[in-house]
């Protein structure tokens, strides 16, 4: 073989020693960050083990790269958020908030009861009895849909004991009762129809157990309704940020790794992660959001997310938490951390001075619910607004 072929075959197996090394690396740069990428090793290589806050307790890779692998479960799928801005809908309507609600049932600790009758949101009618009523015949009567077409339906009575209003439990009397419908919620107000509804279905219960209904004008119940939902509809509101990774896309477990550091919790379905509420029986504080599919993956540390939402429900949480700020505070965390940056559902960057811009008008919208007796994260606001 002469020297010009050797050379020819050196310079080949080089190209080809390249290319191979080229597309390796291209290969890893595209592949989604994991939750086994954890900075700061010890100087001597000894592998880190840390609290995976879907699995518990992780060892990192040793040095040849053997480590178990992790699997996230979370909870479920969030849709793109939209523009910060309460909504208002037309007369006959359904409203709904400016960006689609939060499912709640995922909240990680829920309230002990179901909030009381209250008659700033609630049509309430008195159910006189002669004597009192045990709550095991109460619960018999019951009707069998707690709900009046798109509202709740409640009955109530005066514990002997307690002297609270209360759900009817068993082994408990009864000196009083009343039932109730709610006027208005994200469905829209109270209309003449389910007020009709409503007349039926308490004069059922009030027969089963021998009690006499005295219910308040329709026609009056129903421009209440109307009045709350109008206020409603001006005052609902949910924020949401997308954080969009800039290079390397993210795993399922890299985010939950992530987001745990600054408090977050996972939820009860895939693709959804909560951060508390600093007391019990309050909805949770914010949602981290991505696609369920992602989740629940057979091998989820192989799928890519480009994205997650940050979402806070408004109306649903304390002003007292600071929500607004603990969610600047962890989307640039998060961006910081991941090598994402903060956007608009429709992808554009957003700056301090627009955060700034929604921090104000969030303080005029928690002084309108406050004026209105329904501060947000109250037990009345939570029911209104959902």
Known sequence: MSTLQISLAIIGGLVLAGVVAYNAWVTSQSAPRTARERPGQDGAGEPHSFENPLTGPVTEPDHDGVSERIEPVMGHAFEAASE???QVATDG?????????????????????RPGLDALIDVITPLAIEGPVS???????????????SKPFAVEGLNEISGEWESPRPGQRYHALQAGVQLANRAG???DIEFSEFVVKAQAFADAVGAAPDFPDMRAEVA????????ASGHDAQLGFTLRARRSAWSPGYVAQ????????AGVLPGRMVLPASAAGQAPILSLAFDSQ?????????SALREVALSLEVTHVPRSEQPFLRMRQAAAALAEAMEGVITDDAGQPLSTDTMDGIGADLESLYDALDSHDLSAGSPQARRLFS
């Not at 709550?135 to 077409?149: E, F, H, N, S």
């Not at 209440?224 to 206020?231: K, P, Y």
């Not at 992602?294 to 192989?302: F, G, W």
Request: a negative charge; zero cysteines; hydrophobic letters at 45%.
């Open 135 to 149: 709550g095991d015949a109460l619960l018999a009567a019951l009707p069998g849909t707690r709900r009046v077409g």
């Open 189 to 191: 107000a109270l209309n």
């Open 84 to 86: 910060p801005e309460p």
């Open 224 to 231: 209440r309704a109307r009045e709350l939902d109008a206020f």
């Open 93 to 113: 309507e359904a409203r709904a908030p400016v960006v689609v609600p939060v499912t709640l049932n995922s909240v990680v600790n829920p309230p002990e009861k």
């Open 294 to 302: 992602a989740a629940m993956a057979e091998d989820p540390e192989q």
């Open 258 to 265: 992530n987001a745990a550091r600054h408090g977050f919790v």
